[in-house]
């Protein structure tokens, strides 16, 4: 009996060493492909920093009182303003009337959010790369395989995530100037363009100065003193070219070539500030009825000769700029963030 058992485990082993012998080894399986993001939450979540900054900045409740106050200051300030002017005008209201109405509301809202655009979004940012340094968590950072491209763009992309939601948290405040007319959808488009590429350059602004300057004091700063100078220090700059130009447009006494390159000049200020392009490309809409292309008669009243100068609405040379700005305020950034790991 005990031989019988000793012989069946040898001839289970010699048949296992057999099949072992004879199969050939598998071959390592190759990792899959990452499948690119399809969705915007799958391109969110791929890169840690915005993961975790949106859950940081979203899990408590001071990013929705902060939208609850918002919203009921923009709603307070349409009633006051709807309220002034109806008590300035008759107790009759004509279909004109009521378009200015319109006019004036969504001027009240688009004013109010190119104001938490211009000095809120830096706000978001400034401290984006320097609050890391302060709270010597930076250098944690360096030591991971994270790239200063990820870093940056996280740090971006999760502060203007924010932004953008007030901005589209306010879209139905907008909407209410079509109940009373006046007010075009293309209008809407239009400001709404202008406010996110307004949040975009001043964003990135943020995070260059956050990412050059080694304290958040410093790079707030410098940063608002930025957005200063193009809010700001445009009309300083943009007064005596009018007080020059005004005479010369007025009597039409200088000559063409003169008046087209100041008007190209005037323009090009114009396109850097958003208040006057927002202002600029509301005038050229009523007054021309064009978003797009116009023209201006230049006349020259002492050789009597005249031509009709080619323009564009403001808007589309402010949003070039504004993208390019923030471009290499992007590309300054990741630069920076890299030296800095590098050192």
């Given at each position: 009996?005990?031989?019988?058992k000793?012989?069946?485990?040898?001839?289970?082993?010699?048949?296992?060493?057999m099949?072992?012998?004879?199969l050939?080894?598998p071959?390592?399986?190759k990792?899959?492909?990452?499948r690119?993001?399809r969705?915007?939450r799958e391109?969110?979540?791929t890169?840690?920093?915005?993961?975790?900054e949106?859950r940081?900045?979203?899990r408590g409740?001071?990013?929705?009182?902060v939208?609850?106050?918002?919203?009921?200051?923009m709603i307070g300030f349409?009633t006051?303003?709807?309220?002034?002017y109806?008590?300035?005008?008759?107790?009759?209201y004509?279909?004109?009337d009521r378009q200015?109405?319109g006019k004036?509301v969504?001027?009240?809202?688009?004013?109010?959010e190119?104001?938490?655009?211009c000095f809120i979004t830096?706000a978001?940012t400034?401290g984006?790369i320097s609050?890391?340094?302060?709270?010597?968590?930076f250098d944690?950072l360096r030591?991971?395989?994270l790239?200063?491209r990820?870093l940056v763009?996280?740090?971006?992309?999760?502060?203007?995530?924010?932004?953008?939601l007030?901005l589209?948290?306010?879209?139905p405040?907008?909407s209410?100037?079509?109940l009373?007319?006046?007010?075009?959808?293309?209008e809407?488009l239009?400001a709404?363009?202008l406010?996110m590429?307004?949040a975009?350059?001043?964003?990135t602004?943020?995070?260059f100065?956050?990412?050059l300057?080694r304290?958040t004091?410093?790079?707030?700063v410098?940063?608002?003193?930025?957005v200063?100078?193009l809010?700001?220090?445009?009309?300083?700059?943009?007064f005596?070219?009018?007080?020059f130009?005004g005479?010369?447009?007025?009597?039409g006494n200088a000559?063409?070539?003169?008046?087209?390159?100041l008007?190209?000049?005037l323009?090009?200020l114009?396109?850097?500030?958003?208040?006057a392009?927002?202002?600029?490309t509301?005038a050229?809409l009523?007054s021309?009825q064009?978003l797009?292309?116009f023209?201006a008669?230049i006349y020259?009243n002492?050789t009597g000769?005249?031509?009709?100068?080619?323009l564009?609405?403001?808007w589309?040379?402010?949003?070039?700029f504004?993208f390019?700005?923030?471009?290499?305020f992007?590309l300054?950034s990741?630069v920076n963030?890299?030296?800095?790991e590098n050192?």
């Amino acid at each position: 009996m005990e031989n019988a058992k000793f012989s069946f485990v040898i001839l289970h082993f010699s048949l296992t060493t057999m099949t072992e012998t004879a199969l050939p080894n598998p071959a390592p399986a190759k990792p899959a492909p990452a499948r690119p993001a399809r969705t915007l939450r799958e391109w969110l979540t791929t890169n840690p920093v915005v993961l975790k900054e949106l859950r940081g900045r979203m899990r408590g409740a001071r990013a929705f009182v902060v939208l609850t106050m918002y919203l009921l200051v923009m709603i307070g300030f349409i009633t006051l303003l709807y309220s002034i002017y109806l008590s300035s005008t008759s107790s009759v209201y004509s279909v004109p009337d009521r378009q200015l109405v319109g006019k004036f509301v969504f001027a009240g809202v688009v004013g109010i959010e190119t104001l938490l655009v211009c000095f809120i979004t830096p706000a978001f940012t400034v401290g984006a790369i320097s609050g890391e340094r302060e709270r010597q968590t930076f250098d944690l950072l360096r030591t991971t395989l994270l790239p200063a491209r990820s870093l940056v763009m996280g740090k971006l992309i999760s502060a203007l995530s924010y932004v953008f939601l007030l901005l589209l948290a306010a879209l139905p405040l907008q909407s209410l100037a079509f109940l009373l007319g006046g007010v075009s959808v293309e209008e809407v488009l239009v400001a709404s363009l202008l406010l996110m590429a307004t949040a975009v350059m001043f964003g990135t602004a943020g995070v260059f100065f956050s990412s050059l300057m080694r304290r958040t004091l410093g790079a707030t700063v410098l940063t608002y003193a930025f957005v200063l100078l193009l809010t700001l220090g445009l009309p300083i700059i943009l007064f005596p070219v009018v007080a020059f130009a005004g005479p010369l447009f007025g009597y039409g006494n200088a000559p063409i070539e003169l008046q087209i390159s100041l008007m190209y000049l005037l323009g090009l200020l114009i396109s850097t500030n958003p208040v006057a392009t927002m202002v600029a490309t509301e005038a050229i809409l009523v007054s021309n009825q064009t978003l797009f292309y116009f023209t201006a008669p230049i006349y020259n009243n002492l050789t009597g000769n005249s031509v009709n100068m080619p323009l564009i609405s403001p808007w589309i040379p402010f949003t070039v700029f504004a993208f390019g700005v923030a471009i290499v305020f992007l590309l300054m950034s990741i630069v920076n963030v890299s030296r800095r790991e590098n050192a």
